[in-house]
């Protein structure tokens, strides 16, 4: 375009015509006016979390021809692929030609979430088949009915028909027609029960099942227990015949804040429902350090014990209602938990973990009875306690090595398990390496004015307008009022929102680097409440309990404490063999909030170290999934032995150097910007977008 | 015969250079300024890096006679502690490079009243000033906003400006032309977070002055020390935010211990009262000095001149053989 | 060059290649639960190599060169009292510790008439810090023209503390040696001169010998230490011959950078200083890289001051920072005023104090011995239990200062509120924030 005349200064700007696709609107507009106002004017409504300052990537829209006719001022949400496409972010870019622009449907702010009700496929790392892997077994028998010629007791009797028959008679699943197959040819593979023993209990029902059912039953028996391994097998429990097409386990993982349980059908492999909630312990102290106090106190632990066991059976019934069974028909449980939770399970006292020189009564708990601890699967069910490595490395740690898969590669791998206690493991192949520190429940939504669990009505991602403070949320939606067309009022904030909403606040500017709250920018939502400064995410009229959602000052130190003791941990975990965190090659992130929170916001808080995104993979609860392998495979249980073994444990309170990493982390999202490049760029921007 | 090649370190970082005080030309009324910072090794060691100029010895008076301070010192300046203008006079002559006017904690305290005592302060000599307030947060932003206003232009360093209140006293310097003394609790991220936060709010990084506190001789002096050292050891590797100049307060530290103040039912192994009390004022100080302070608040005479004897040999550059 | 853990453990059996070796892996023979563990605590010299059975020789060879100390170890004693110096590892005490305070010593003359009273009043001196007893650690004997075996007989004994012999004459030197036989003493010096009678005196004696090369020349003082460590000396210390602020400073730092850095053995010993009459350049001495410190003149307000300086420069800055537990006042308070309580770890009593202090509201702080540990860190390992918070104010008797019996108590530690009512009957227990900060504000509201 020519300017007539240079000596007249005179600017004439452009006008190109605007086609919106698939409406088909069309619009005249002025060179260099935006994308995202020029729909505005047509009524298009784009979703602008962010105020329209090209951060969160959501107003993305296709310019035909690859974007010729337009000029993007920032790029910063979109990959190369994207631009080839032509894809742009509406509020990013400006007018240059005549255009077509296509609008992707809007997503709807509400969105239905993995909660515990709905079941994801869990893959296991290998192919399951019972009769190798499975240590708990359901034999069909057909026992000859005694007869005057042939007195032998009927335990003996029981006994020969296990032995008698071809070790394969163990039974073997047949996934043709969905039943157990008693195969005659199939080759000793050494598990045949040869020696049987019962508890007195389970003898005391052997007469009349053998009578009542004439001589056919199902036995259920547990072989090679890894604490006698060359032992005999042990009957667990005589079924009637024809119930065979299920048996049950449950793999538990105890957190400090929440309990996670996986109901599991032992024949097949498959996890059949998933159950969670928080610990009933919560109420006797929201950390390990005051539930061993308060554990240390008159009958505190038996209180403690039946607090958690109180909450295992809850889940258990949950699950089973939801196959349709009896908790009673699980004859195997495999339990993962830091080393408080196992103690306090198992009622042993936790006192010495917490005092020098912090040692356990026991890392490594022998099997108990279910009946023993009140647990109400089948009360001659074994309770496997998975082994720790230390005081505040629990099994949850040597069981999520074992479930991550840590350990299988020689890339240097730096695994992290957010909880109530961070724990991370750094190594590969040749070495690991954990520490503990504690982080606090707020990333599981406790201990937070407004937290909450990750389930219906939890706010979990947030986006700030850059102008107006005003924020834009997500809730995970209840089904039933999504089915009828209606949003699902907000009840709190779980982990994954106070991450987004934390960071989301930092880089708009409504706090600090040090998490004060800004007041000269004069928005309403910031002001002082009951307690303190705070921010308001929600106005009462948009919560299921009519009041403001909000998060205080208070919240905000204690997210920054949570996220700074993580990143404190690992830095120091690094340091002490001397390794660079961008060495790192893989980072794992295990945790009840692992698979829902955002790697950039994690990163732009300084709870993640700002490494490639694709260096990160969440791994979801991988105490739980270690705990469903060891339930499942003899051999991921032994793994998970050795994993404890073998890792070395450091203590960071034997020096002060987790302190130093600690102060250096308390700022947003670190004291060391440079550590944060990719932060550092967003700030930069932000400033310039101040500017313009 | 072998050769020893003198080990040199590579420096790529500089300390900031700060001016203190302003002169008519500049907006202010200062017969002199005086720079600090600049230095591109560790103290003194000419051998490797620059040392621009020695470290500034500011000497401290008190709006009123101190009620609080040990015999031994106000014996040392005699009847000018009743007068602030005379003070600050006997502390130029003292050997003073720059005056930190402390305003003690009394009822007649107000921002009128502080605006009197500074006009005094300002009118009795011609070097620049710090003007810390009697270190409480609300009286300290009401006195200090009084006298930036007052002295607008001057170019003082205003303190004590930390985490809880610097918004106040960063705003006051910017709005009136001076500088902060920003004051973290003797830990190397702490002074890097409140230098972050306070330049966040525009005041200039060349307008920051960083006190990373220090505790007397006996006292915790060896965890300013390290936190000095460190913060100098990370300016000199490029570090942005640890690269302001370093004011510390040994002289009100020192005597504030014990050791300094009590001259009587202490233990014989003490030794002479004001040669114990006067080392541990300059012990105190020559320790941070070598660990990078720019800026050193001193109390006694005595140890103003035992300091400065030790910096003009530090800045002799004798060191320098090869 | 020191390894890291990690470089550690790669040579030891839990990774060894060769699966004879590699059976032994996390054997915990040694003592500690991993290799890796092991490996670590070797890295920090607090495991020895000899402890790992099946660590195989070429491993054991890179190791134990590894280990060898960059500034050779000297020490120096009389009737037991022994002084070691060198073993050093970092330039700054922040990267790990100094490890070994560089020895005081005064300097008295041969052809002074009370050596033997200042030698008596050296030995004596003895000043109580923090629960530490310091001492200085003895009597530099000069040869000034007297009578020199004489004068060393008469410090030694007067003075239980070791000796350093300032002697060039190699005849009285030897004189001295014998007059100081029964101790070790520190020879000083060789030079250019006369290296040869003072090396053969020193290996005869068995004592360490001081080099001095003339203002500062480093190239001659570690050709000087060369030669007399080939005459058969091998505990040696370095004079570089330079006693001013500036030149002290810049010579003492090449010398403990060619050792620690350079890996520059003919300097990789401790160096001796002399601060004449100043006790400021005896505290640059002690701060940067003297062993050996020579003062003057001996006056308790002199060094008091200088050896709590030492104790302070040689902390471990790797232990937390503490506070001395007891009663701290604020503002000047009265009986009346708030009692309030929090840990010994230096951080957290500054964060309280100065809150308060600044809040200007006058107030008792009461600091209980939780082992240097934060509140939070300190209840967690229970160090800063009901039991201990109890036992301090009785122990303080802080009761006696006060009209009430109302004591404030972090609201970290809420939880104590129970026992602590127990522990001290008839006392009201409040719980306080959990923030430093909020504390004025705490502290305005319940107290008015």
Same mark, same amino acid.
Request: proline content about 5%; overall charge negative.
């Given at each position: ?133 499975? =240590? ?386 004069? =928005? ?132 002060? =150097? ?35 | ?322 | ?251 003492? $730092? ?93 951080? $957290? ?45 009785? $122990? ?53």
């Amino acid at each position: 375009m020519a300017l007539p005349g240079n000596s007249t200064r005179r600017i004439i700007i452009a006008e190109h015509s605007v086609r919106f696709e698939p409406s088909g609107q069309t619009v005249q507009a002025r060179t260099g006016a935006l994308i995202s106002e020029i729909a505005r004017q047509v009524g298009l409504d784009l979703n602008m979390p962010c105020g329209g300052q090209g951060r969160c990537g959501r107003c993305a829209v296709i310019v035909q021809d690859g974007g010729a006719g337009i000029r993007r001022r920032s790029t910063l949400r979109l990959t190369s692929e994207d631009l080839v496409a032509g894809y742009a972010l509406a509020c990013q870019t400006v007018l240059e030609g005549d255009v077509v622009v296509t609008v992707p449907v809007q997503e709807k702010i509400e969105r239905r979430l993995v909660t515990d009700k709905t079941a994801t496929p869990i893959v296991l790392p290998f192919t399951y088949d019972p009769l190798q892997h499975q =240590s708990v077994r359901l034999l069909p028998l057909t026992l000859d009915p005694p007869s005057m010629v042939d007195q032998t007791d009927d335990w003996s009797r029981l006994k020969r028909a296990m032995a008698s028959a071809p070790s394969s008679s163990l039974g073997q699943w047949d996934s043709g027609n969905g039943t157990w197959m008693k195969q005659e040819s199939a080759a000793d593979d050494g598990t045949g029960v040869v020696d049987l023993m019962a508890d007195l209990s389970t003898l005391r029902r052997v007469g009349t099942m053998l009578r009542q059912h004439n001589w056919a039953v199902n036995a259920v028996v547990e072989i090679d227990i890894w604490d006698r391994p060359d032992g005999p097998a042990r009957l667990i429990d005589l079924l009637p015949p024809g119930r065979t097409e299920h048996l049950w386990g449950a793999a538990v993982d105890i957190g400090t804040t929440t309990v996670s349980l996986y109901l599991v059908d032992l024949l097949t492999g498959e996890v059949a429902t998933k159950a969670a909630e928080y610990n009933g312990q919560i109420k006797r102290g929201e950390d390990v350090i005051s539930r061993i106090i308060y554990a240390s106190k008159n009958d505190g632990l038996g209180e403690l014990q039946s607090l958690v066991v109180g909450t295992i059976n809850e889940l258990l019934e949950r699950a089973a209602r939801r196959a349709k069974i009896s908790p009673s028909e699980i004859y195997k449980m495999v339990v993962a938990g830091n080393s408080t939770m196992i103690h306090l399970l198992l009622g042993l006292p936790p006192s010495s973990i917490r005092l020098e020189p912090f040692v356990t009564t026991i890392n490594h708990p022998p099997p108990a009875l279910a009946s023993d601890l009140g647990i109400n699967i089948f009360p001659q069910a074994n309770v496997d306690c998975l082994p720790g490595v230390a005081s505040y490395v629990g099994a949850d740690i040597s069981a999520g090595v074992i479930g991550s898969q840590m350990c299988d590669s020689s890339a240097l791998t730096l695994f992290l398990d957010v909880g109530t206690n961070g724990e991370m493991v750094l190594g590969d192949c040749d070495w690991l390496i954990s520490c503990a520190c504690s982080a606090g429940p707020a990333f599981e939504g406790a201990g937070v004015r407004d937290g909450m669990r990750a389930t219906v009505g939890a706010i979990e991602e947030v986006w700030i307008n850059g102008e107006t403070y005003e924020p834009t949320y997500r809730v995970i939606s209840n089904p039933k009022l999504e089915a009828q067309g209606q949003p699902t009022p907000s009840r709190g904030i779980c982990g994954s929102g106070l991450i987004s909403l934390l960071s989301e606040m930092f880089i708009t500017g409504v706090i600090d680097k040090a998490g004060n709250l800004n007041f000269d920018l004069g =928005s309403s939502r910031i002001r002082r409440g009951e307690h303190g400064p705070e921010y308001v995410v929600a106005w009462a009229d948009q919560t299921e309990q009519g009041h403001d959602i909000v998060i205080t000052k208070v919240d905000i130190d204690n997210l920054i404490r949570a996220k700074g003791a993580i990143y404190a941990g690992f830095t120091v975990l690094a340091q002490s063999v001397g390794i660079d965190l961008s060495m790192v090659e893989r980072v794992l992130i295990g945790g009840s909030f692992g698979q829902y929170i955002n790697i950039e916001k994690a990163v732009q808080i300084g709870l993640l170290p700002d490494l490639p995104w694709e260096k990160f993979h969440f791994l979801g609860n991988t105490a739980l999934q270690g705990a469903l392998l060891a339930l499942l495979n003899r051999e991921y249980r032994q793994q998970i032995g050795e994993a404890a073994q073998g890792m070395t444990y450091l203590e960071l309170s034997a020096d002060n =150097s987790f302190y130093e990493a600690f102060t250096s982390a308390l700022f947003l999202p670190h004291t060391e910007l440079a550590q944060f490049p990719s932060v550092a760029e967003v700030l930069a921007d932000r400033d310039m977008q101040s500017v313009r | 015969m072998p050769t020893i090649e003198v080990p040199k370190e590579k420096w790529n970082g500089k300390v900031r250079e700060i001016t203190l005080g302003a002169t008519a030309a500049e907006g202010g009324t200062r017969a002199k300024t005086v720079t600090v910072g600049g230095e591109t090794t560790l103290p003194f060691l000419h051998f490797e890096g620059e040392i621009p100029r020695p470290p500034a010895i500011a000497i401290e008076v008190q709006d009123r006679k101190p009620v609080d301070w040990s015999p031994v010192l106000l014996e040392a300046w005699g009847d000018v502690t009743e007068d602030v203008a005379a003070w600050t006079k006997a502390a130029a002559e003292a050997g003073a490079d720059v005056i930190l006017l402390k305003f003690s904690l009394h009822d007649e305290l107000s921002p009128d009243y502080a605006r009197q005592v500074l006009r005094h302060v300002l009118d009795a000599t011609g070097l620049p000033l710090i003007v810390f307030g009697p270190g409480q947060a609300d009286l300290d932003n009401d006195v200090l906003v009084a006298v930036a206003e007052e002295g607008k232009g001057e170019n003082f360093v205003l303190g004590v400006c930390e985490d809880k209140n610097y918004r106040t006293i960063v705003a006051a310097a910017l709005a009136h032309g001076h500088l902060v003394n920003a004051r973290t609790a003797m830990d190397v991220n702490l002074a890097k977070q409140l230098n972050i936060l306070i330049s966040d709010m525009g005041l200039p990084l060349e307008r920051i002055v960083m006190d990373p506190t220090t505790g007397a001789l006996g006292y915790g002096m060896e965890y300013g020390y390290s936190v000095m050292e460190r913060l100098r050891l990370a300016a000199l590797q490029g570090d942005g935010m640890t690269q302001q100049p370093m004011l510390v307060t040994p002289g009100e530290e020192a005597w504030r211990a014990k050791e300094a103040r009590a001259g009587e039912g202490v233990p014989q192994a003490w030794g002479d009262w004001a040669e114990r009390a006067i080392n541990w004022e300059t012990l105190t100080a020559s320790t941070l000095v070598e660990s990078g302070a720019d800026i050193v608040v001193l109390r006694h005479p005595e140890s103003v001149k035992r300091v400065r004897g030790m910096i003009d040999v530090l800045m002799s550059k004798s060191g320098v053989t090869s | 060059m020191a390894l890291s853990g990690l470089e550690i453990y790669k040579l030891l059996p839990g990774s060894s290649k060769n699966p004879e070796v590699k059976k032994h892996a996390n054997c915990k023979e040694c003592g500690f639960p991993t290799c890796l563990a092991f490996a670590m605590k070797l890295g920090q010299k607090q495991a020895v190599l000899a402890q790992c059975p099946y660590v195989e020789e070429e491993s054991k060879a890179k190791l134990e060169a590894s280990a060898a100390p960059p500034i050779r170890l000297i020490t120096i004693s009389a009737n037991g009292r022994k002084l070691e110096v060198g073993n050093e590892t970092v330039l700054f005490r922040h990267e790990k510790t100094f490890y070994h305070e560089p020895g005081l010593f005064v300097r008295v003359k041969d052809t002074q008439a009370d050596a033997a009273e200042v030698a008596k009043a050296v030995g004596e001196y003895m000043v109580d810090y923090v629960g530490m007893n310091l001492t200085m650690n003895g009597v530099a004997v000069e040869a000034a023209g007297g009578d020199f075996a004489a004068t060393v007989a008469a410090v030694k004994s007067a003075c239980p503390l070791p000796l350093v012999l300032l002697v060039e004459d190699p005849a009285a030197a030897e004189a001295g040696l014998t007059a100081a036989q029964g101790t070790q003493s520190l020879l000083w010096a060789a030079t250019p001169d006369n290296w040869e009678a003072m090396a053969k005196l020193a290996a005869q004696y068995k004592v360490p010998l001081a080099v001095r090369a003339a203002g500062g020349d480093l190239d001659a003082l570690a050709a000087l230490a060369e030669q007399v460590k080939g005459a058969g000396v091998e505990d040696i210390v370095l004079d570089p011959g330079v006693r001013d602020y500036d030149s002290s400073l810049a010579a003492f $730092t090449q010398l403990r950078r060619l050792a620690l850095k350079h890996n520059e053995r003919n300097v990789g010993y401790p160096i001796i200083a002399f601060a004449g009459d100043d006790p400021v350049l005896a505290g640059q001495h002690i701060a940067k890289y003297a062993g050996f410190v020579v003062l003057d003149r001996f006056s308790s307000g002199t060094v008091y001051p200088l050896l709590v300086m030492r104790a302070n420069i040689f902390t471990d800055p790797q232990k937390p920072i503490q506070v001395k537990p007891g009663i701290y006042e604020i503002n000047n308070p009265k009986p009346g005023d708030p009692l309030m309580v929090t840990t010994n770890f230096s951080i $957290t009593y500054f964060s309280v104090a100065n809150e308060i202090e600044s809040s200007g509201i006058p107030g008792w702080l009461l600091v209980a011995d939780a082992e240097g540990m934060s509140v939070l860190t300190a209840w967690a390992a229970g160090k800063f239990d009901a039991e201990r918070i109890a036992k301090s104010v009785k $122990t303080t008797g802080v009761a006696e200062k006060l009209s009430h019996q109302r004591i404030v108590i972090p609201g970290h530690v809420a939880v104590l509120m129970g026992e602590l009512e127990e522990e001290l009957p008839g006392w009201e227990i409040n719980v306080g924030p959990r923030e430093a900060v909020d504390l004025p504000n705490f502290l305005k509201m319940q107290w008015g």
